[in-house]
């Protein structure tokens, strides 16, 4: 018998422990989880169509594929006109929301840019579309414009809680600040917005001890939803090959799970991204993904001509497919498994809702 509970899992050594498990007690923490979530919220996946708007980015993150020095991607930024089209498709494909995704940038010109985005992406889908953004750190005055405007929900991953690992995997300068990351964090769920985070599992430097931290870390905070996802080397980031020893990319993807298990576990009613990034080591990921607990998948809907230079880490899937394509086989996959599609709906995290009752 597993003796694993919510109750338990509140001991980091306990925590520690079921990141440690193999084989059969790896499954049968993943069926927890599992059977906590049918129970808890359902079968139902909620999609957001994810909107790769642009890849330009003043950052400069160490294991990040379009990091500003990256001198051999090519930058893009779609037309408004080219994001209205591609929020069209979602509504008209009944994806209930969509996510406004690019890297990070700042100004008074972006952020009116991002709020007329929010407003016509709202008229042309009457009110139904739910708006996510994941535009990295601002003000909490322009986090403040774009919720009025109509965004709701915010994505900002910590990518690791454990500070000294921040400043190993960023460069040493104000601009790459955990305690500005922090900082937005809490602007947000203080404006209103369904506040996610996140980090990633396998990162160079990483211990197991840092990877219970981060769950502590993310159930303490409170946050509404989460994504996570394990680390994937980009050939020209620095981190493509460290000196220190790695873990191999099927040991992150089962650390990802077992992360995703014990959140589902500790906080049932919790968001959680079946990621991409789990698609792109194994081809069934994303549903390995939502059979541990996750609830939520971010089809990519932006379009193919862009794709391939929207590469964060290599062999990012779908840069070859369109939207359609992975839409009829994504729906079918996640059938069969079992789940259904909320069409239409917005899918908010429960956990939102109960916290503010
Ligand atoms: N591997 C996996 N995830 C990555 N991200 C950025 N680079 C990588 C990588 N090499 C994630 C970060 C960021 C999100 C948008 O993508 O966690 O917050
Ligand atoms: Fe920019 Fe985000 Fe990549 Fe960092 S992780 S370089 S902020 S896109």
Same mark, same amino acid.
């Given at each position: ?216 870390? =993310? ?46 576990? =500790? ?91």
């Amino acid at each position: 018998m597993l003796d694993i509970s919510a109750k338990t899992l509140l001991s980091k050594q306990k925590i520690e422990e079921c990141l440690a498990f193999a084989g059969e007690q790896h499954q049968a923490l993943l069926n927890l989880a599992y059977r906590t979530k049918l129970e808890t919220i359902g079968n139902t996946v909620y999609f957001r169509g994810l909107i790769e708007f642009s890849n330009i980015c003043s950052k400069n993150c160490y294991y990040c594929g379009i990091r500003s020095g990256n001198t051999f991607v090519k930058r893009y930024e779609l037309s408004e006109h080219e994001i209205l089209q591609v929020a069209h498709f979602a509504y008209k494909h009944q994806y209930g929301s969509v996510v406004l995704q690019g890297g990070e940038r700042t100004g008074e010109k972006y952020t009116e840019q991002i709020n007329n985005l929010i407003r016509k992406i709202k008229q042309l889908s009457n009110n139904e579309l739910g708006i996510t953004l994941s535009l990295g750190e601002q003000t909490p005055e322009v986090y403040r414009r774009w919720f009025d405007s109509g965004a709701h929900r915010y994505l900002l991953r910590i990518e690791t809680s454990n500070p000294e690992l921040y400043s190993k995997i960023h460069p040493k300068n104000k601009q790459h600040s955990f305690d500005k990351r922090i900082k937005c964090l809490h602007s947000l769920k203080t404006i209103g917005y369904q506040t996610g985070t996140g980090i990633m599992a396998g990162l160079p430097y990483q211990t197991i001890s840092d990877l219970a931290d981060d769950i502590q870390f =993310m159930t303490q905070f409170n946050v509404d939803m989460v994504g996570m996802g394990p680390f994937i080397e980009h050939a020209k980031t620095p981190f493509y090959k460290t000196s220190t020893p790695m873990l191999s990319l099927q040991e992150r993807f089962n650390l990802t799970l077992k992360m995703l298990a014990i959140i589902r576990i =500790m906080v049932p009613d919790i968001n959680m991204v079946a990621s991409t990034a789990m698609q792109a080591i194994d081809p069934m990921g994303r549903e390995k993904a939502l059979l541990a607990g996750a609830n939520i998948i971010m089809p990519n809907t932006t379009p193919n001509t862009y794709r391939e230079n929207y590469k964060l880490y290599e062999n990012k899937p779908g840069a070859t497919q369109n939207a359609d394509d992975t839409l009829d086989i994504l729906t079918q996959q996640i059938e069969t498994i079992n789940h259904q599609v909320g069409w239409n709906l917005w899918g908010d995290s429960e956990h939102y809702k109960n916290r503010l009752k």
